[in-house]
Structure formats: C-alpha cells, structure tokens
C-alpha cells in the first residue's frame, strides 16, 4: 500500500488523519501517473505552478542542453547569458528595470519587504507601516507570514511577526449586487491607514489564492492605485501564482492597470518545472540603494542565485507563452459553458471566474472556511475518478495547466457536479 516513507516529513500534512500519498511515477500535459500506468487529471496545476503541461519536451531539452552548458555558478563576480536574456526579458514585460533572484515565492516575497523597507530606511524617512490584505496568503517565511492573514496555520509564531495594518478584500462573484459598497469601505479605511505614514501596500492582484480563491474586479485595483501613488507609500504585487497568464493577461497587474513598484514572481516562472523566485523593482527604487555609503548596500543573496538551469527553463517557458498567447487569453471562454451550467445548482453559490482560474463555494450547514470538511469529501470523491482538486475548505476550483484539452475539462466538471450531487 502507499504510504509516506518513514524518512519524509511532508507539507501541509498532519499524518495521523491524512490518506497515504500516492507514488507517481510519470506526467505527461495535464495528466500523473500512478504505477500502475492509470492516469489523473491534475486540475490545480500541482499546487499552482505547472504552467504548459507536465514533462513539456521544449523546456526540458533547454534545462538539459543548459545542464551540459553550465549548470551553475557563483551570482556575485560573475554572470551568464541565460540570466541576462531573462532580466531583460521580464522587465519589459512588467515595466520594471530590475530584477533580483532568489528561491521560490516566499523569498520573492521577503526581497520584495526587505527592499520596500531599505528603500525609505535610505532615503533618510525611516517608516514602519505596512498595510495588506484581510484573507492575503504570501509564503511561509517569517515576513510573507508576517503580511499574511493570521490564522491556525501560523498562530504559534503570532509573537514573532512584525505588525501589519489590515483592509478588507472586496471579493466578487456572480451576480453580486453589494460589491461597490464593499469596495468603497476597503477605499474609505484604507485612506484613513494612508494618514500614517506607510511603506508599502502588499497585495495578490485580481485574485487571493490560498485564502480562498477570491477575486475582485479589476476597477477595484484601479482605485487603489490612485490612492497608493497619492499617498507615496509604494505598491507590492505578489504575482507568485497569478503571474504568467493565469488571470488571462500575461500579468494581473495589468489587467488591473497597477504599475507596482515591486512585484514578486514564481511558480509559473521556470513553466512550473524548477524553483526559482524572482523579484521585479522600478528604477525609482534601484536608485536609492546607489551609494558609497556600505549601509545603503542590499545585503541579501541566495546560494543558487540565478541558477542557470532555473533561467534556461523560465526562458522556454517564456518562449511558449509568446509563440501560443492564445492559449492564456481564451482561456475563461473555455470554463464558462461549464460554470453557467454549474450554476443553476441549488448546492453551489459564489461562481467565479478569472482567466484561467475557476472557482466557487459549496453551500453547508457547517461554517464557512478552510476547516470546512465539505471540501474533503468531494476531493476524495474526484480522486477515485481520476481527477485531482484540493479544495480550500468549502471552496472548490479549477487551476489547470494551459495544455488540458476541452475533454479532460469537461472531464472534470462532470465529476465535480456528480461529487457535489452524492455527496
Ligand atoms: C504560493 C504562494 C506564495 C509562496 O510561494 P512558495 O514558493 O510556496 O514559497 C506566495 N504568494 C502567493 C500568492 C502564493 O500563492
């Protein structure tokens, strides 16, 4: 039987109440393979970073081709070709001039603070106020816990992380008549914030993830750009998970019309096949740290800072995107037959939708949230139907790779509407 080995400590896992893991042996597009050679689905792009598909032959032989070339080297004194072509490439697609590597979401997450801090710390008006989102999920490190919603899963840290001023997240869904009215209380409060002077506002653009799948409208974001650029304070974009075409725009920011001071990118980055984090920041903030003055240094670096394998990959990922835009662009086309149909039912509220991101919530009699177990057993219910979700408590979505064909999606729906109908 499956089962975690005895040596492994996994994520988000508490062994004693899980179900044994499964051993997959290959992937292919949007499909796992277990041993036995019987295929899953993935719909949630394997904890939302897949991109164009599982073992896509095109990145591989560039991180293959790369790994016979130069597979690593020191990031300070020296530099390559792959990281270069990728900082530029990334810059003009973001707007932003400079880019700074690390690891993975969470430390994109932490360069993002640390240089919003150092910015104002060098220009001489040392501030402390950092203003994020009611339900924001940005990493696991001690500053990505620190803006992040406080709950269960950081409570025994709660001491240790530095305060954080709090707005609410006008979420939308369809058919919601009162959203304007909860913009306009997140606006009023967020303004009465900006009396103090702020460092920055951290916020996911156009879509909370881990917080529940929550979307607001991009004019939203438009107003709070206003109000961000009046005040001073600067802008973070934690892009981790809907950067690289998810919302249907190649970043959310733009489809929000936010130009950000700095913005933190990484799961799609290297296509979803290699960790990597980087993040993005205006020549505005740059400049500051132009000094004689060792104080003024960014003192922050990465062993595998800009690790040639991780740029090969976020450059063919990169060249996908750009050869099939498409494939981004239509995707909420491709969602949309399946949740009109999926909302005329009576145990389903809240649909939404942005780009390639489909979500909703199941109506219970239990409290809304991630402890919710309604979630569980539709999760359970699809995996014995090869396909795989991981709901957020009550809220079930679809964040598929680009690559899942029009059969494997509707796929999926099926076998949602027929777990929400038995269960
Ligand atoms: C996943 C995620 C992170 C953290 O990224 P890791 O690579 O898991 O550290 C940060 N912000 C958002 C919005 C995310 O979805």
Same mark, same amino acid.
């Given at each position: 039987?499956?089962?975690?080995?005895?040596? @492994?400590?996994?994520?988000?896992?508490?062994?004693?109440?899980?179900?044994?893991?499964?051993?997959?042996?290959?992937?292919?597009?949007?499909?796992?393979?277990?041993?036995?050679?019987?295929?899953?689905?993935? &719909?949630?792009?394997?904890?939302?970073?897949?991109?164009?598909?599982?073992?896509?032959?095109?990145?591989?032989?560039?991180?293959?081709?790369?790994?016979?070339?130069?597979?690593?080297?020191?990031?300070?004194?020296?530099?390559?070709?792959? &990281?270069?072509?990728? &900082?530029?490439?990334?810059?003009?697609?973001?707007?932003?001039?400079?880019?700074?590597?690390?690891?993975n979401g969470s430390t994109?997450?932490?360069?993002?603070?640390?240089?919003?801090?150092?910015?104002?710390?060098?220009?001489?008006?040392?501030?402390?106020?950092?203003?994020?989102?009611?339900?924001?999920?940005?990493?696991?490190?001690?500053?990505?816990?620190? !803006?992040?919603?406080?709950?269960?899963?950081?409570?025994?840290?709660?001491?240790?992380?530095?305060?954080?001023?709090?707005?609410?997240?006008?979420?939308?869904?369809?058919?919601?008549?009162?959203?304007?009215?909860?913009?306009?209380?997140?606006?009023t409060k967020l303004e009465?914030?900006?009396?103090?002077?702020?460092?920055?506002?951290?916020?996911?653009?156009?879509?909370?993830?881990?917080?529940?799948? =929550?979307?607001?409208?991009?004019?939203?974001?438009?107003?709070?750009?206003?109000? @961000?650029?009046?005040?001073? &304070?600067?802008?973070?974009?934690?892009?981790?998970?809907?950067?690289?075409?998810?919302?249907?725009?190649?970043?959310? %920011?733009?489809?929000?019309?936010?130009?950000?001071?700095?913005?933190?990118?990484?799961?799609?980055?290297?296509?979803?096949?290699?960790?990597?984090? !980087?993040?993005?920041? %205006?020549?505005?903030?740059?400049?500051?740290?132009?000094?004689?003055?060792?104080?003024?240094?960014?003192?922050?670096?990465?062993?595998?800072?800009?690790?040639?394998?991780?740029?090969?990959?976020?450059?063919? %990922?990169l060249d996908l995107l750009?050869?099939?835009?498409?494939?981004?662009?239509?995707?909420?086309?491709?969602?949309?037959?399946?949740?009109?149909?999926?909302?005329?039912?009576?145990?389903?509220?809240?649909?939404?939708?942005?780009? =390639?991101?489909?979500?909703?919530?199941?109506?219970?009699?239990?409290?809304?949230?991630?402890?919710?177990?309604?979630?569980?057993? @539709?999760?359970?219910?699809?995996?014995?139907?090869? !396909?795989?979700?991981?709901?957020?408590?009550?809220?079930?979505?679809?964040?598929?790779?680009?690559?899942?064909?029009?059969?494997?999606?509707?796929?999926?729906?099926?076998?949602?509407?027929?777990?929400?109908?038995?269960?």
């Amino acid at each position: 039987m499956d089962k975690w080995h005895t040596n @492994i400590w996994p994520p988000f896992t508490q062994i004693t109440s899980s179900k044994p893991p499964q051993q997959i042996t290959s992937a292919k597009g949007a499909l796992l393979f277990r041993e036995n050679g019987d295929p899953i689905i993935d &719909a949630i792009s394997s904890w939302w970073v897949t991109l164009h598909g599982h073992s896509n032959p095109y990145i591989a032989e560039a991180i293959y081709n790369q790994a016979k070339q130069l597979e690593q080297v020191i990031f300070a004194d020296f530099t390559h070709l792959q &990281a270069e072509k990728l &900082a530029q490439r990334l810059s003009k697609a973001t707007g932003l001039q400079k880019l700074f590597f690390s690891d993975n979401g969470s430390t994109a997450i932490e360069v993002a603070l640390k240089l919003a801090f150092q910015w104002w710390y060098n220009k001489g008006e040392p501030r402390q106020q950092i203003i994020a989102f009611e339900g924001a999920y940005h990493g696991d490190t001690f500053g990505a816990m620190s !803006v992040g919603e406080r709950n269960l899963f950081n409570e025994p840290f709660e001491k240790m992380l530095f305060p954080v001023r709090r707005i609410p997240w006008p979420a939308t869904w369809w058919d919601d008549q009162e959203v304007e009215k909860r913009e306009q209380e997140t606006i009023t409060k967020l303004e009465s914030l900006l009396e103090t002077p702020t460092v920055a506002l951290i916020l996911e653009p156009l879509i909370q993830g881990a917080g529940g799948m =929550t979307m607001v409208r991009p004019e939203f974001l438009e107003k709070i750009q206003k109000i @961000i650029h009046q005040s001073k &304070a600067l802008l973070i974009a934690d892009e981790v998970m809907v950067g690289f075409g998810r919302t249907g725009s190649l970043f959310a %920011s733009k489809r929000g019309k936010l130009s950000p001071d700095l913005i933190a990118l990484s799961k799609g980055l290297t296509g979803g096949c290699l960790p990597m984090g !980087v993040t993005m920041a %205006s020549q505005k903030i740059f400049n500051n740290f132009l000094d004689d003055d060792p104080r003024k240094t960014f003192w922050h670096g990465h062993s595998f800072t800009a690790n040639p394998l991780g740029c090969a990959a976020a450059n063919a %990922s990169l060249d996908l995107l750009e050869k099939n835009p498409n494939a981004f662009t239509n995707f909420e086309l491709r969602h949309l037959p399946h949740l009109k149909k999926l909302s005329k039912h009576p145990k389903i509220k809240k649909i939404r939708l942005t780009g =390639t991101i489909a979500a909703f919530d199941l109506q219970t009699n239990a409290q809304d949230g991630y402890l919710n177990a309604a979630g569980k057993a @539709i999760k359970d219910y699809a995996l014995k139907h090869n !396909v795989f979700i991981r709901p957020l408590g009550n809220v079930i979505y679809l964040l598929p790779p680009l690559c899942i064909t029009d059969t494997q999606l509707e796929h999926c729906y099926k076998i949602i509407t027929r777990s929400i109908e038995s269960a």
